[in-house]
Structure formats: structure tokens, C-alpha cells
């Protein structure tokens, strides 16, 4: 496994997760997950306290890059003109999301026709160069049925996360 630290703001906090992905070895099925430690999601609200989690938890992390993933008012987006970034940013909440609930045995339960539509959308949104034709850009759109779905599940990634990190010592 590697890891590698991941700074969010969520609920108005800046905290750190450490999101653990499979290095290849071991099972094929082998998913990303955060790391859990004593049955909650492990964070650091520091620097100093990411690299003590690490220590304790006998993990090596990889260089933090600094980014920071906005986590607080996603579903304003879903109200702006689709792009990339847009695009981008709810995507890697969703996934993130979906890594949280495995990681603590819950579910987004986003396996619906219309969740897959939604997520599709927001992939292709993305436009990476791997998939979209050279010269062509796709710009989803989104009717009000799937701006709720997508905004439910955010909903439940956030109660989901909310409800496994560890209260904040006073």
C-alpha cells in the first residue's frame, strides 16, 4: 500500500486524511480506502499531527503536495455552467465519498441508473486526454432529477464522514 495524505476542508475545519492506495501487490479486487484507526476515520488538523499519525500508525507517507479539497458548499456548483474543474472537484468528492463509506463498511448507495448517469457525466466532464477525442470538449448537462441525485449523494458522503472523524479535543 501507499499513502498518501490528503487535506480537506470539511464542516469549516482544514484536517488531513490519509487515503491508502493499492500498490499493485495483493488482491486484484484491492480498493482505495482512508485509513481507520480504531474505528473511526483517521485525521490530523496539522502537520505535525499528520506525521505523529503516521508514526503511530507505523505508516510511511508520501510527500503531501498541499492541495486542498473544498468539500464545504459542492452543490453550489451544480447551479454554475458545467466545466472541467466543476467537473472535476465533484467528482473527486463522490469518489472520496464512496473511499470513506468502504473504508468504514457503510455505502453512498450511488449504484442507481440515475447515479451512474450522473457520475458518467461528471467523468467524461473531466475531459482527460486519455479518453476525449484530440480537439473536442464535452460539457454535460444536468436536468433537475440528476442535480438531486448528485446533491443526495454528497448528502450522505458528508453524513457518512461527519459521523466517523473523530470529535476535535478541546
Not at 123 to 146: H, V
Request: with cysteine; hydrophobic share 40%.
Amino acid at each position: 500500500m501507499v499513502y498518501y495524505p490528503l487535506w480537506i476542508r470539511f464542516q469549516g475545519r482544514r484536517l488531513a486524511l490519509v487515503w491508502q492506495i493499492g500498490d499493485g501487490e495483493g488482491p486484484v479486487d484491492q480498493k482505495d480506502a482512508v485509513v481507520v484507526e480504531q474505528g473511526t476515520v483517521a485525521s490530523a488538523g496539522t502537520a505535525a499531527e499528520l506525521q505523529a499519525l503516521g508514526l503511530r500508525l507505523g505508516i510511511s507517507l508520501e510527500d503531501d503536495d498541499d492541495d486542498l479539497w473544498e468539500l464545504d458548499g459542492l452543490e453550489d456548483l451544480l447551479e454554475l455552467p458545467p466545466s472541467e474543474e466543476i467537473c472535476t472537484r465533484l467528482l473527486n468528492a463522490w469518489n472520496l465519498y464512496d473511499d470513506v463509506a468502504r473504508s468504514v463498511d457503510c455505502s453512498l448507495d450511488d449504484r442507481s441508473a440515475i447515479a451512474r448517469t450522473c457520475y458518467d457525466k461528471l467523468f467524461f466532464g473531466n475531459n482527460l486526454d486519455s479518453i476525449t477525442p484530440a480537439g473536442t470538449q464535452f460539457r454535460p448537462a444536468f436536468n433537475d432529477a440528476e442535480k438531486d441525485a448528485v446533491r443526495e449523494i454528497l448528502h450522505r458522503g458528508r453524513i457518512i464522514l461527519a459521523g466517523q472523524l473523530r470529535p476535535r479535543r478541546a
